[in-house]
């Protein structure tokens, strides 16, 4: 079943005036965000979606318009993610949002894996020593099997990254959570490139399922082999899933 792309309007004009309209696009508000952090997760949603598109020029009157709001929140929100690597400014060529080629997705892969696996090893030792964790893994996964039913990519997506973002904060590490949301965004973006099918979808459930059963028995090196292959698989279909 084709995934139906978000037009620009839908994914920009939704942030501001509606968050519960933006999070049943996919779109995870944090709670009373700052227009600047809306704006960057508006626009980061619509790379993912197809609506904006790698190497795009970025407007700042216009997309103050269909955000609703002043060029200065806009200005921050472009500055949050420049900073992050999502778009880049150029002196008398404004501002692209960068190019998301096959070595920018190794990159985002590796950098991935190495934070994460930092994160997992925490989590398994908070999660060995206390079970009760899990449940808001549990949860997550509910939400993501659910998605799965429908096919509903972004609602995936959202809980994939969900699940990831969880870990890490029950690591208890501080500065690999705050590594990790800026990170996420690249990877949402990743997402967004793939053409996935229902078989997907199973897939994407299954092995989160396994990861979360690993974490709670704390076998380690099984951990370490199944974030290799759960992370990896973007680099193995990047190929054939480039649009």
């Known amino acids: ?11 920009l004009t939704s942030v501001p005036i509606s968050p519960m309209a933006a999070a ?4 995870t508000l944090a709670p009373n965000p700052g227009l600047a952090e809306r704006a960057a997760e508006a626009i980061v949603l619509g790379v993912a979606s197809g609506a904006l598109q790698p190497g795009q020029r970025l407007v700042e009157v216009e997309l103050a318009r269909l955000l609703q709001m002043s060029r200065v929140p806009l200005r921050e929100a472009l500055k949050i ?3 992050q690597g999502i778009v880049e400014s150029t ?14 997705i190794d990159e985002i892969c ?5 934070l994460e696996k930092i994160a997992m090893h925490g989590a398994m030792v908070a999660y060995r020593r206390d079970p009760a964790l899990l449940v808001r893994l549990d949860k997550i996964l509910g939400a993501m099997e659910r998605a799965a039913q429908h096919l509903e990519w972004i609602e995936i997506s959202r809980a994939d990254l969900d699940f990831h973002r969880e870990v890490c904060r029950a690591s208890g590490n501080a500065i690999v959570q705050k590594l990790w949301d800026a990170l996420a965004r690249h990877v949402l973006i990743v997402f967004g490139k793939e053409i996935r099918s229902e078989r997907d979808a199973k897939t994407i459930v299954a092995q989160h399922k396994r990861l979360r059963d690993i974490l709670a028995t704390g076998k380690a090196d099984a951990l370490d082999d199944e974030l290799d292959q759960h992370i990896h698989r973007l680099q193995r279909r990047k190929g054939k899933n480039a649009r």
Request: aromatic share 2%.
């Open 91 to 104: 002196p008398h060529r404004g501002t692209r949002i960068a190019t998301f080629d096959e070595a920018r």
């Open 81 to 83: 993610l420049e900073a």
């Open 110 to 114: 590796e950098a991935r894996l190495a």
């Open 24 to 27: 049943a696009e996919g779109l």
């Open 1 to 11: 079943m084709p995934r139906r792309r978000l037009t620009e309007s839908e994914i």
